[in-house]
Nanobody
Framework: QVQLVESGGGLVQAGGSLRLSCAAS????????MGWFRQAPGKERDFVAA????????SYADSVKGRFTISRDNAKNTLYLQMNSLKAEDTAVYYC??????????????????WGQGTQVTVSS
């Protein structure tokens, strides 16, 4: 079983940037498509971005396109999310997750079978 630990969250002003990391242990990340999701209080967990196992293909939610970049370093067993031009509506707990469908950027949380504990991102306006 793979274990995931997110880090890099925090409080930032609108327009600022943060870089989230997701460190994996237990199994090599190269076996999985990886995704970032977020959940605001009282709302469902929403898709943010995904990247296939090789890193050759990515997908983004419309709300973050052009502002967020997902990347991975399989040698370091780590997933990243660079978040620029942050807005108040980006405030949420951010989770990383693994999907065994290693050649597809799955958008639904139901396709992911391992999750981190989440990291809080708060954007002040």
């Amino acid at each position: 079983q793979v274990q995931l630990v997110e880090s890099g969250g925090g409080l930032v002003q609108a327009g600022g940037s943060l870089r989230l990391s997701c460190a994996a242990s237990g199994r090599p990340l190269s076996r999985y498509t990886m995704g970032w999701f977020r959940q605001a209080p009282g709302k469902e967990r929403d898709f943010v971005a995904a990247i296939i196992s090789s890193g050759a293909s990515t997908s983004y939610a419309d709300s973050v396109k052009g502002r967020f970049t997902i990347s991975r370093d399989n040698a370091k067993n780590t997933l990243y999310l660079q978040m620029n031009s942050l807005k108040a509506e980006d405030t949420a707990v951010y989770y990383c997750a693994t999907s065994p469908n290693m050649y597809y950027t799955e958008l639904s949380p139901g396709y992911y079978n391992a999750w981190g504990q989440g990291t809080q991102v708060t954007v002040s306006s």
